[in-house]
């Protein structure tokens, strides 16, 4: 039986804790998701109340990346919890539960002192006898399998700080957290990720390297339908919300079967809507621009600016900050090309 205490976790290897994917059936009310919070909670609030946003009756979901850069991540942890709303599992959010489990917060540290493990290990996967494959594979996602944090990077956001900060009931909550969640089931032909998908491919079988990190796709890599390596920068091939899979690319508008995917994770390139099938709402709020948000039913873009700039935005980012449309309906924004200038091999 897991045993909990307060000073530390009982994760691994509980197979109900993690999953990798997830729905939620909206019934009624208003739903929000909304972009990249990283620690804006004062902006969080102000949009949640704009929209009047009442618990129990609606519901919040971000698509992930709540944490770090801005002035209050567990503020905004705090609040997503009390107001029981819903979140993707980011990067940040990624990076800080490999810190806690680094220092021990989850109990038995062995597989983290371990060799690094391989990004989707079929071998690691069977020899770890973590029962389901699909708990196998959310567990080496989350805790072992992508060696993405970095000493220093861990140094330079800190991240070992957020992990501290955290209670174990709030790191718990954000082990928890699903790497898609799809609206479908309650007939909103929508899924939301933190980062991309690899076009053609099933949402159950999308690697979760991808899921939470991928910003660019290079010609090769949808050509022969691979999933090795897509680039977590801007310069190597271009947005992944171009390409657009052969059935998709055959639906003029997005069905219950060809869904659009919601995204955060690219602050670089602001407010996307390419096609009818990608949506971007990373505005790059701790940039100092805006936190924005997709309110249903009635599909309209909504937002609140940055009170200030919580951390200066790279030369790349200051290129296009830009407002997105607030107010509008989704069926009223033309498509545009991201506004970043692609980079090539």
């Known amino acids: 039986t897991a045993t909990m205490s307060a000073s530390q976790l ?11 994917h997830s729905s939620y059936h909206h019934k009624s009310g208003k739903l929000l998701i909304i972009g990249d919070v990283h620690g804006c909670v004062d902006e969080l609030r102000e949009l949640v109340r704009q929209q009047d946003i009442v618990k129990g009756r609606d519901m919040v979901i971000v698509a992930g990346d709540l944490l770090c850069k801005g ?17 993707i599992l980011g990067n940040h959010e990624l990076y800080t539960l490999r810190c806690a489990y680094l220092a021990g917060r989850f109990g038995d540290t062995k597989l983290a002192e371990e060799e690094p493990l391989i990004m989707w290990n079929p071998e690691a996967v069977e020899k770890a006898d973590l029962g389901s494959r699909e708990y196998a594979l959310s567990y080496f996602a989350r805790m072992n399998g992508f060696e993405l944090t970095s000493r220093s990077r861990a140094k330079t956001h800190d991240h070992y700080g957020y992990a501290a900060s955290l209670s174990d009931e709030q790191l718990e909550w954000l082990a928890r957290l699903p790497l898609s969640i799809d609206l479908r089931p309650g007939g909103f032909p929508f899924v939301i990720v933190h980062a991309g998908v690899a076009p053609g491919v099933a949402l159950g079988e999308q690697h979760p390297y991808h899921l939470i990190m991928m910003r660019n796709l290079t010609k090769e890599n949808v050509e022969s339908n691979t999933r090795i390596n897509p680039s977590t920068g801007i310069k190597n091939g271009s947005a992944w919300s171009m390409y657009l899979s052969e059935k998709e690319r055959a639906n003029a508008e997005p069905t219950l079967e060809h869904p659009t995917f919601i995204f955060g994770h690219d602050a670089t390139r602001g407010f996307q809507r390419p096609n009818a099938f990608r949506l971007g709402l990373d505005t790059g709020c701790c940039n100092g621009n805006y936190l924005t948000g997709l309110l249903l039913p009635e599909q309209r873009i909504v937002s609140v600016k940055a009170k200030k700039v919580y951390q200066e935005p790279n030369g790349e980012v200051k290129n296009v900050l830009k407002d997105p449309p607030t107010g509008k309906l ?16």
Do not use: G
Request: proline residues 16%; negative net charge; charged residues 25%.
């Open 71 to 87: 002035p209050d991540s567990k503020a905004v942890v705090e609040f997503m919890i009390e107001n029981n709303f819903m979140s």
């Open 10 to 20: 009982y994760l691994p290897p509980h197979p109900t804790l993690l999953t990798l």
């Open 330 to 345: 989704l069926s009223e924004i033309p498509f545009e090309e991201p506004s970043f200038p692609e980079y090539k091999k």
